[in-house]
């Protein structure tokens, strides 16, 4: 099937008639985010919306009408306790269709769900409850310690397998029973939230995203173009929904299209994913590098010559190097897109699987359509081809970005009519670019700026290596000096030997500027819950090294 040229598509984008066909309701006059999502398509009673696969419990199979009927009665549990529009829901539950009720029954009472990563200490979670003002918080057995303390937690809903021990919590299989299987979806506007995100956090204190309604439009043009998602394909995306990507694109995103989501319970592992994508015959895949990355330093774990049926892959998160889209498309058998995004804005840069155009190996891509992604100099004037700049979305020629600002105005990330992302890309002169690092990332070295993530890539290409961070290290001569920590692949020694040879790799792979003159091998790389390495962390362990 041939695909629709990239270029008219982005130019003739009519954001009213999509509005028209994508959303049953108005964001101007009013919309429900789950009747967006779930009820538009619980008319036909076989289709499917959730397939679970438990770590202790059978696998699960929700249709949307089922989930139609279960939000309504978690929607009429948080009327009887006085949750209403506007509201924070907060869940702390690992990927189970609970987790999926409570998401479509706070959107569907008109509140605003907030996801809370299960990986999060009790510290991460009692600062998100009190800077949300959050009104109720759903978890579970297993998470449920992590509140003990907290001041002023709001009620605990908990799904429990011992109701007998659940104290003074509410039990959420015996109040879902005991509710309406009917509510009548409340009516916002586009501009009002549906989720109440928090950034990373790597640097300094979270800051809250209140997303607004009309995000959907957003993400059904990048799970439509980007990420392709076909009727007959059979989606997964690996991400967890405590966080942007695995909500956003593992919950709402395909829902909103009518397909089909897979949740699985199980922790990450090379075994645990193939068995996954062969028992549920996956063909559209989306993960994290982190996820590539692991799978390709376990080669040994997928047979040679077996083909997986995958006819799509997606990746956001972090740059995604040439050496792991070489591998995916040599071992998993399909072409793997890199994509880029931010919490703060979803996907604005992507390599688009359902649209032609050219694809540099390596490059993040074109703008989302509905968006304008342009590089700025120091000035905040647009750079030229082979010139570095920020990263910037033009608010005023971008009809579906919608980030409104941080919730309680921690920074303000705009600059005239551009939303400055933070990060250093290389422009391309055709309207495409290639990560570079963080701004506070870029290494200057004897009067040269070098991206780490260039030297992390040129890393991976050598088969020792499973991963790599790279900062620079306060230096007197040039400054600064690139060092590179390393985490070795089993069966191969990390000796100076293979020190020397990732050394001349970089030098003859970049320039004799750019390779790492000091190369210390690790067990494992500092990493925010989401996966993404904390360079920060890696930085000041440099510079204290320097210091001494």
Not at 241 to 266: I, R, S
Not at 367 to 389: F, I, M, N, Q, R
Request: glycine share 8%.
């Amino acid at each position: 099937m041939s695909k629709q040229p990239y270029q008219s598509f982005y130019e003739r984008l009519d954001i009213e008639a999509l509005t028209a066909d994508v959303l049953l309701g108005d964001p101007e006059q009013g919309m429900n985010a789950c009747q967006e999502v779930c009820d538009k398509w619980a008319e036909d009673p076989e289709r499917v919306a959730l397939q679970y696969h438990g770590v202790e419990r059978a696998p699960e199979r929700w249709t949307f009408s089922e989930l139609k009927a279960a939000s309504a009665r978690f929607a009429n549990l948080l009327k009887a306790q006085g949750v209403g529009k506007g509201d924070r829901v907060a869940a702390l539950l690992p990927r189970t269709p609970e987790l999926m009720i409570v998401v479509l029954g706070t959107l569907r009472v008109g509140a605003v769900y907030q996801p809370l990563f299960t990986a999060f200490g009790s510290g991460a979670i009692e600062y998100r409850l009190d800077r949300a003002s959050t009104r109720l918080i759903v978890t579970d057995d297993q998470n449920r310690f992590k509140l003990e303390g907290i001041q002023k937690c709001p009620p605990i809903v908990r799904v429990s397998s011992e109701p007998e021990n659940i104290g003074d919590d509410i039990d959420f299989h015996q109040a879902m029973a005991a509710q309406s299987d009917q509510f009548e979806p409340v009516m916002i506007l586009g501009e009002d939230p549906i989720l109440q995100m928090f950034t990373s956090g790597t640097v300094g204190k979270s800051k809250g995203v209140a997303v607004p309604a009309r995000a959907l439009l957003s993400f059904y043009i990048y799970m439509r173009y980007a990420i392709d998602l076909q009727p007959e394909d059979r989606y997964w995306n690996v991400a967890d929904p405590g966080w942007a990507y695995g909500l956003y694109y593992a919950v709402l995103g395909p829902l909103l299209v009518g397909a089909t989501t897979h949740f699985n319970e199980n922790g990450f592992t090379p075994e645990t994913t193939y068995n996954m994508i062969r028992e549920y015959g996956i063909t559209n895949l989306a993960a994290a590098p982190t996820a590539y990355r692991l799978l390709m330093a376990n080669d040994q774990v997928l047979s040679e010559g077996e083909s997986l049926g995958l006819r799509v892959a997606s990746s956001a998160g972090e740059a995604l190097n040439p050496e792991v889209i070489n591998w995916v498309n040599r071992r998993l058998g399909c072409p793997v897109m890199d994509q880029y995004g931010q919490t703060e804005t979803g996907m604005t840069c992507c390599n688009h699987h359902a649209l032609e155009h050219p694809v540099k190996v390596g490059s993040m891509g074109y703008s989302l359509p509905g968006h304008k992604v342009v590089a700025l100099d120091g000035d905040y004037k647009e750079v030229g081809a082979g010139e570095t700049g920020q990263l910037a979305v033009d608010v005023h020629e971008s009809p579906l970005f919608f980030f409104q600002g941080y919730t309680w105005g921690e920074k303000n990330p705009f600059h005239d009519r551009y939303y400055l992302t933070g990060d250093v890309v290389i422009s391309h002169g055709d309207g495409s670019f290639s990560f570079t690092g963080r701004d506070d990332d870029i290494i200057s070295t004897a009067g040269y700026r070098v991206g780490p993530a260039d030297v992390e890539s040129a890393l991976l290409e050598h088969p020792a290596v499973a991963e790599s961070g790279v900062v620079g290290k306060p230096d007197s001569a040039r400054g600064a000096i690139i060092k590179a920590y390393v985490v070795v692949k089993p069966r191969f020694d990390a000796d100076e030997n293979l020190a020397d040879e990732l050394k001349e790799l970089v030098r003859n792979r970049l320039s004799a500027h750019a390779f790492p003159r000091e190369i210390e091998f690790v067990t494992s790389l500092p990493k925010t819950p989401s996966g993404k390495i904390q360079r920060f962390i890696l930085r000041n362990q440099a510079r204290e090294e320097a210091d001494q």
